[in-house]
């Protein structure tokens, strides 16, 4: 069928992009953090906690940020103190390799140990399209619901880390946390989780220092 | 290029069957609604909170339930007494026009005043799909962040209502209702919108004039 050929088509030329992207990554010796979730589960959110919290850590970032439209979340980086640069999908609901390869023409890799790449706001698309990164990180909002991994599975099977964010609004939902975490265990066991709010600091401690073991391991290879 | 000319025989393909269920609609007096929102912006609350209403409106009510995975969301609607059928994408992030063409062979369209399609948890694919339905219904949790319509537009130019839902986490969270509502309007003046807490009851009598409104303007051409 016509459909599944040109998908197939776009896959294979997706993960030869992907793989040149790696080998840059790799030669630059950054680790490379794609993250992904639906619309305000709080990726820009982390990513100025985060952005605060790294030089202290002697840890040095860009970032890629992928929207539908609009670069406010750029705008929110850089007022952070942030570099990167700000892809616009039009109405494309996920970031491909060729779009990162794109944005790395604008990026000096060198001035970077972590690149951070904020995708679409898309629980789906983004799951099977490989940018080149090192890992994916999923970001869950305890405001979504606790029932989300199993009706998002891909997502979940293609993730390192989850990030269970939003969990200053846990006292005012209605919301099993620990049922959220039985379920990513189902789905893969080694994606592992985090409890943050992003807003209020909680756990950012621990996503810092998964971060920097991640960052130590690519560098030990 | 191979590509676009695929997609525009889907879409192509899509508006035909589109309109052959718009007419089975129209034939049947139903009222049809498309719920379209990100994962976990509250659609099936919603929809509990309105089968839970709808009798003593004197309207009945057939569901489609639409997920990449498990038939959850069916189930809760079944648990509020309602009925319907479930579709599973797979991977898909959006319903399809065929989808429900499908899903209308296993339902009586005589036995409801209005269906209510639940589309996938997707802020963007569903935009550009239309099932047939004589609106479609945005859902925004005010926990998604006050910035989102300007960074989705394209379900905001498509949509007849917004529904911000979860109004009830407002004390807890940084967000300026009227900023998105002005956003709204920048983006289509036409689009009603409706402060909603579906957990918690707030607004859901608004909504349910909306629906009866809807209906009765529907039946009265």
Redesign the interface.
């Known amino acids: 069928m016509?459909?599944v050929t040109?998908q197939e088509?776009?896959q294979s030329e997706n993960e030869r992009v992907a793989a040149a992207n790696r080998a840059a990554f790799a030669k630059a010796r950054v680790l490379v953090l794609n993250l992904v979730s639906?619309?305000?589960?709080g990726k820009t959110t982390l990513l100025e906690g985060t952005l605060d919290r790294l030089p202290a850590a002697g840890i040095r970032s860009l970032v890629i940020e992928g929207?539908?439209?609009?670069d406010?979340d750029l705008e929110r980086v850089r007022a952070r103190g942030g570099e990167g640069v700000q892809i616009n999908t039009g109405?494309g609901?996920h970031l491909s390799a060729q779009m990162v390869a794109d944005a790395l023409g604008r990026l000096d890799l060198r001035a970077a140990d972590v690149v951070f790449i904020e995708n679409?706001?898309?629980?789906?698309?983004p799951s099977?399209y490989d940018l080149g990164e090192d890992a994916k990180v999923v970001l869950l909002?305890t405001?979504?619901?606790d029932?989300?991994p199993?009706?998002?599975?891909?997502v979940f099977h293609e993730s390192s880390l989850a990030v269970l964010n939003?969990i200053?609004?846990l006292p005012?939902?209605?919301y099993d946390i620990a049922k959220v975490e039985r379920e990513i265990a189902v789905l893969n066991p080694r994606c592992e989780v985090l409890r943050v709010s992003a807003?209020k600091g909680d756990g950012m401690d621990l996503w810092l220092s998964w971060i920097a073991a991640r960052l130590a391991a690519k560098r030990s290879k």
Chains 1, 2 share one sequence.
């Open positions: 016509a459909k040109v088509r776009i639906s619309p305000g589960s929207d539908v439209s609009t406010r109405g609901c679409v706001g898309n629980l789906i698309c099977t909002s405001a979504e619901g029932d989300k199993m009706k998002y599975p891909a939003k200053d609004l005012h939902l209605p807003l």
